[in-house]
């Protein structure tokens, strides 16, 4: 799906605000959202997303 590796900010932002459902499921404790898990995922995902980009 993300053989790329190399988005910019807003794309990565896209995928992101796109997936948010999908994340806030996953970072669901005992039925209520935890914030610090959610934003382990999405920094997780901004880190892979952008690992090649050229700097």
């Given at each position: 799906m993300f053989r790329n590796?190399?988005?910019?900010d807003?794309?990565?932002?896209q995928?992101i605000?796109?997936?948010?459902?999908?994340?806030?499921?996953?970072s669901?404790?005992?039925?209520?959202?935890?914030?610090?898990?959610k934003?382990e995922i999405?920094?997780?995902?901004?880190?892979?997303?952008?690992?090649n980009?050229?700097?």
């Amino acid at each position: 799906m993300f053989r790329n590796f190399s988005l910019t900010d807003e794309e990565v932002l896209q995928i992101i605000n796109q997936y948010e459902p999908l994340i806030n499921k996953y970072s669901e404790i005992n039925g209520e959202i935890n914030e610090d898990l959610k934003q382990e995922i999405i920094i997780c995902w901004y880190v892979k997303l952008t690992q090649n980009r050229e700097r």
